[in-house]
């Protein structure tokens, strides 16, 4: 890559672990004003702390913390992002998540609610008051982080599935929208990354098996996988790219989802998974 970012303004919430520190690295590795953002303080500081060992030419980070399904809190973070170096050029709406794992018939609508709105009204409200900033910026780039979740079914995923898929469409709707203000949307579709969170599946397991056996190329990915990947949506290397969806994920894409049955079965049964009523 031999143009860098230098003087871009870029904001990656959920910044502060996992992929979302890998993007950000990336990013002021090769010059950008990254605004790392997430619910808690300690993980962005720490997260500060060790990205300013990967800051070149010109580079820089700063934190802050902000609660992507808060309105306020986003226009805060954008407007703060913008401030660094006086414009916004870029967003990486890493911030997401799941929970209320299990079959349909037994989700809680309340949790099912609450995973809706971190994955996909956190990612509207990142694009609803980014994009006057990027269109005075004369143009820039937003990258959503979806997952092959939001593309080929997950067992027991709940509402988990449904918010990915959703900031997949939000992100092609506003490449058509924003195309003409030079504004570019794309998301990016990590499989098995080896983040904190995939921590939890055994390694020696179904679950692990599972993934394992329908990836091509036999492995998991490690962050930067993704962290490189937008490091290039966001910089001008991919001006002609808008409105992708890209895997990031060994060849997962090409076979089935991961099967969590091992994690479910155990507490609910069988036959509640089939959808029979559990019993009081």
Known sequence: MNATLKDYGVLVTGGGTGIGHACAAALVADGAAVTICGRTEATLVDSAERLKDKIANGGSVQYAICDVTDEDSVASVVALAADLTGTLNGVVANAGGGGGMGPYHLQDTSEYLRVLHLNVLGTMLCVKHSVPYMVEAGGGSFVGMSSIAGHQTHLWFGAYTAGKAGIEAICRNAADEYG???????AIRPG?????????????????????????????GQPEDVGNLARFL???????????????????????????????????????LQGKRPES
Not at 180 to 186: E, V
Not at 207 to 217: A, E, R
Not at 248 to 257: A, T
């Open 192 to 220: 098995f990354i080896a983040t904190e969170i995939m921590e939890n599946i055994p390694r020696e397991g179904p679950v692990y098996d599972s993934y394992i056996d329908n990836t091509p190329m036999a492995d998991v």
């Open 180 to 186: 003409p203000s030079n504004i570019r949307f794309n």
């Open 234 to 272: 966001i910089g001008p290397e991919s001006r002609w790219i808008t409105g992708e969806i890209i895997n990031v994920d060994g060849g997962h894409s090409l076979r089935r989802g991961p099967v969590f049955t091992a994690f479910v079965e155990p507490a609910l049964g069988k036959e509640v």
